[in-house]
């Protein structure tokens, strides 16, 4: 072999090159061929909760169910412990009271109602759901009564959300979706978490639903494979 030929070597004052790893960060595939790396959207669920399931019809794709962020809890939260703490006052202050007993037991009876309604609330928002198929959005609430709106993905005609400077530090927003219809059952979703991931994750939906479908390795749509 000729030097011409050969490649170059140390021998030749050659010094290959060093790269970080994070350089071959967007190279690597998995088996599918899909790009592995920090993920721009959501993860993709595999099956609904129960709660869901039914809300469901058998042509649509599920694609994730959301609780609302915590802060959505924040004014009742506050409250019971403000009358936590109101009770702990009232208690200490009437057990010196040789006629108190009365007003101590009002007061226990008025406790234990306003926790009963920060549990109520507690359940009321474990139960609210925002869920995203491949052809809507949905959110389901109430626990006697239920509740259920929901608005076509082909009718959206505008989406947004919006971050207070606290919803960016606790990382929640206000998503705000935009019918072409009039009568609009679901317009506004207040205290949704990771809005920036779940916003890429409803126009990816909207605007690339084939890129869903191939990191899913399914077909389009269930009625095409008829």
């Keep these: 072999m000729t030097t011409a030929s050969r490649p170059p070597g140390p021998d030749d004052g050659y010094v290959?090159?060093?790269f970080e790893a994070e350089e071959f960060e967007g190279?690597?595939?998995?088996?599918?061929?899909?790009?592995?790396?920090?993920?721009r959207v959501l993860p993709l669920e595999d099956e609904p909760t129960t709660l869901v399931a039914r809300y469901l019809f058998p042509t649509e794709r599920y694609?994730?169910?959301?609780?609302?962020?915590?802060?959505?809890l924040w004014t009742p939260l506050l409250i019971g412990a403000a009358a936590t703490f109101l009770l702990g006052y009232l208690s200490g202050f009437?057990?010196?009271?040789?006629s108190a007993s009365g007003f101590t037991t009002v007061a226990v009876i008025v406790w234990l109602g306003v926790m009963g309604w920060v549990a109520w609330n507690v359940a009321d928002w474990y139960?609210?759901?925002?869920?995203?198929t491949n052809k809507r959005v949905m959110v389901v609430n109430g626990i006697i009564t239920r509740k259920v709106a929901m608005m076509p993905l082909a009718r959206v005609t505008d989406m947004k959300y919006e971050q207070s400077p606290v919803g960016r530090m606790l990382n929640y927003g206000t998503f705000v979706l935009e019918s072409?219809?009039?009568?609009?059952?679901l317009r506004e979703v207040k205290h949704l978490p990771n809005p920036n991931e779940?916003?890429?994750?409803?126009?990816?939906?909207m605007y690339e639903p084939q890129a869903v479908e191939a990191r899913l390795g399914k077909n389009a749509d269930p009625g095409d494979d008829a």
């Design 94 to 98: 009437l057990a010196r009271q040789e």
């Design 27 to 39: 190279l690597r595939v998995d088996s599918s061929g899909m790009p592995l790396g920090p993920r």
């Design 63 to 72: 694609r994730g169910e959301w609780k609302r962020h915590w802060v959505h």
């Design 16 to 18: 290959a090159p060093e």
């Design 180 to 185: 072409a219809g009039q009568d609009q059952a």
């Design 127 to 132: 139960f609210d759901r925002f869920i995203l």
């Design 198 to 205: 779940l916003y890429l994750r409803v126009v990816e939906e």
